[in-house]
């Protein structure tokens, strides 16, 4: 934390503190927070919503709607509220009681940061509240800052980054929740009394059974763009916590942080301990409102590299998986540059000398080609790459090692592991991790990043997976008194990792890829460009698993891609063009072995993909209105992305069940202009096929939005997809 902003102005000086009400807005353009903090007393939550001024916030306070509650209350204050924030202070004293010491506002590029610096009464414990709310997007960040003096370290058990209140009421929250092929699937629930628990210990990876993110409506049920409702993303990507906890008549309280059980984090006196940004955002266009606030926050603030479109790729693994060599490489790259694809990355299998890597069990850490089955090398791949005018990426698990490894074989204590302890082993029955707090372990894998970026400069994508869970509850480098600290110290070590890289390699496109969805989270976002969403392709299940990440990801993000015919995951049979309506709604890709496909589908791959190119800024970059949810049984399932100018629009609809007589609903657009007349063109009709009846019509706004329009949906699996541009 930069000295200028936590040095302590007095309120006197602060302009937008009401001298009477201490009251500070923080606030965006079309939000704000409302805190109380008055010296010598806990800093209170009093309003978030729509936008307010301090006027507005005594008109608030006079309708009742001050809710005036401890903003980040502390465990042991007599008050009992749920802590988020619980502290062993060194002389065995379990309490800890914080009181606002004064108040700062910094200007920066886009945003106002305030910061609200807070000490315990008694202890030298000191804690900033920080908020940074930003000027074009509706999203404010919060996190605190937690340092002392005391003589010795002091043990935070609880260490949240942020807590919101909501009253009470028909309030709903919507979280993520799943497995390994079958992650984001949403959860809709009515808050009830007691808690509510979202939690991940992966350790390593928290995307894949839980969601660190979390949306409430509090206007009851959810609806997509009508009804007040909040979201919370935790920027963190290690082990967290969301606790909605309602244990009065007024309140229902959001706490979110990083999770430190079973053990606390021991902090040495003098250290300053940034918790994770919590991201909130508040609309009151409904859910859909909150998404699109995270969108255009995750693309112009958050994400590496976030306002850029991303290639059209196909990626090795459903097509051969670890069946790599280099006559396979080259026929797979010429295929999907003759189908239009720009990039070609070749997944898992292509490394290891003494241990190759033939399937899961072996080789991780060693990072050099295989020269038995690449005899050219990398070089050889490059120059396929080049013949074919496409770009090549490569599959790297930069924090796994196996033992049958020659890196383990020189560095067996660089794994994470108990002393005294047998090895847990993950993936293979034989995967290890890195132990990513070592100091070492970092530079060997900046190291090897970096040989291989220099001496291949060409190389222009990375997939970064992340296969393993922490199952070796032990670091080998922290010290005995710091064992616990490994849950948070692997990922600041990981967070180190990718500066690093970052600063040296900003242009090359990483994506972070965690055993399918796994690292699907706010945290890594500032140092990776997309994320592979699911190692299920089946386009059926993958519309309800894109479904739910599209709550709080941006479709330039997401890794889409069109697999087998016979789905390897679910065995599913689905028709070529439904596969490429499904993963068309964002980031294209493929993951097939095109030599396995007919002419006939090649064709049809080559026309999808020209379609897609056509309407990739839109799709990828444009606003995106969810218009029939899979989750509700219609048998159809719609969405549609407009441009900020609502000059151009896509729409795509899929049938997901058929039976005769069948009610399919009208469609109604959203987004668009309601003034404007809109022509719309029917894009990836197979050939021989006839569009629909509204290829070529012009349409109003008004009429698709508010009349609706029918979409020809004759039979399981069909799917339509229309472009949709202002006259
Ligand atoms: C993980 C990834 C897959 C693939 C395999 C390779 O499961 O999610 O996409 O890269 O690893 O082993």
Same mark, same amino acid.
């Given at each position: 934390m930069k000295k200028a902003i936590s040095a302590i102005l007095m309120f006197s000086c602060i302009a937008f503190a009401s001298a009477a009400a201490k009251d500070i807005v923080i606030s965006t353009p079309g939000t704000a927070l409302v805190l109380n903090a008055e010296e010598g007393m806990p800093l209170k939550f009093c309003y978030y919503g729509d936008f307010t001024t301090l006027s507005g916030m005594k008109q608030l306070r006079a309708a009742g709607d001050a809710i005036d509650k401890n903003a980040y209350p502390s465990f042991g204050t007599g008050n009992l509220a749920l802590p988020a924030l619980a502290v062993t202070h060194n002389d065995g004293n379990i309490t800890t009681d914080l009181i606002v010491t004064g108040v700062s506002s910094t200007e920066e590029a886009g945003s106002v940061l305030t910061v609200i610096s807070t000490k315990d009464k008694v202890y030298p414990l000191y804690v900033d509240m920080c908020y940074r709310a930003y000027k074009d997007t509706d999203v404010i960040e919060m996190w605190t800052v937690i340092r002392h003096t005391e003589k010795k370290p002091v043990v935070m058990d609880r260490f949240d980054s942020g807590c919101l209140y909501f009253r009470r009421g028909d309030v709903w929250v919507s979280h993520l929740d799943g497995e390994w092929a079958a992650e984001t699937s949403i959860v809709t629930e009515p808050l009830k009394a007691g808690m509510l628990t979202v939690r991940s210990? +992966?350790?390593?990876?928290?995307?894949?059974?839980?969601?660190g993110e979390i949306m409430v409506s509090l206007d009851g049920k959810p609806r997509e763009n009508e009804g007040r409702a909040v979201g919370a993303a935790l920027c963190w990507s290690g082990d967290y916590e969301l606790r909605v906890n309602t244990d009065d008549n007024r309140t229902h309280s959001l706490y979110a942080g990083i999770c430190a059980e079973p053990v606390g984090y021991v902090l040495d006196p003098h250290m300053d301990f940034e918790t994770p940004h919590l991201a909130v955002s508040y609309s009151n266009e409904g859910i859909g409102g909150v998404s699109r606030n995270f969108h255009r926050y995750a693309r112009g603030t958050r994400m590496h590299n976030g306002s850029a479109c991303r290639d059209i790729l196909l990626n090795s693994w459903e097509g051969v998986y670890f069946n790599i060599n280099q006559e396979g490489m080259d026929g797979m790259m010429s295929d999907i540059a003759s189908m239009g694809g720009e990039l070609f990355v070749m997944d898992d299998g292509w490394f290891g000398r003494k241990?190759?890597?033939? +399937?899961?069990?072996?080789?991780?850490?060693?990072?050099?080609?295989?020269m038995r089955k690449l005899p050219d090398g990398i070089d050889g791949l490059l120059a396929s790459a080049r013949k074919y005018g496409i770009k090549f990426g490569i599959w790297l698990e930069p924090e796994a090692i196996s033992p049958a490894s020659e890196l383990f074989e020189k560095h067996p204590d660089w794994a994470l592991k108990a002393t005294k302890r047998d090895y847990n082993y993950g993936r293979g029955g034989t995967q290890l991790l890195l132990d990513l707090t070592n100091p070492a372990v970092q530079d060997c894998i900046v190291n090897m990043v970096d040989t291989l970026l220099t001496s291949y400069p060409e190389i222009a994508y990375i997939k970064w997976d992340a296969n393993g869970a922490v199952r070796n509850f032990g670091s080998p480098y922290l010290k005995a008194d710091k064992q616990g600290n490994m849950f948070v110290d692997y990922h600041r070590g990981l967070e180190s990792v990718m500066k690093r890289i970052r600063s040296k390699y900003p242009g090359i496109v990483i994506q972070a890829c965690g055993g399918g969805g796994g690292r699907i989270n706010y945290g890594v976002m500032p140092y990776f460009d997309e994320y592979w969403v699911s190692d299920n392709t089946d386009a059926y299940q993958r519309l309800f698993i894109q479904w739910g990440t599209s709550y709080f990801y941006p479709s330039n993000s997401l890794g889409q891609h069109v697999s087998a015919e016979k789905n390897h995951q679910t065995g599913r049979v689905i028709p070529l063009k439904f596969r490429f309506d499904v993963a068309m709604t964002g980031r294209l890709g493929m993951e097939i072995q095109p030599k396995d496909m007919s002419a006939e589908d090649k064709d049809f791959a080559r026309k999808a993909i020209r379609d897609y190119k056509s309407i990739r800024p839109v799709v990828q970059l444009g606003n995106q209105y969810r218009l029939i949810s899979p989750y509700e049984g219609k048998n159809v399932a719609s969405m549609m992305y407009v441009t900020d100018d609502k000059s151009r629009a896509v729409f795509f609809a899929y049938k997901m069940e058929h039976y005769m007589f069948q009610q399919v609903p009208r469609f109604m657009a959203a987004g668009l202009d309601a003034g404007r007349n809109y022509r719309i063109r029917e894009l990836t009709v197979p050939e021989g096929e006839k569009p629909s009846g509204l290829d070529g019509a012009v349409i109003s706004g008004a009429i698709l939005m508010n009349t609706g329009f029918e979409v020809p949906l004759d039979r399981e699996y069909a799917s339509r997809v229309y472009e949709l541009t202002a006259e």
């Open positions: 210990y +992966d350790g390593a990876r928290n995307g894949q059974m839980s969601h241990y190759p890597r033939n +399937d899961d069990t072996s080789s991780l850490g060693d990072w050099v080609v295989d």
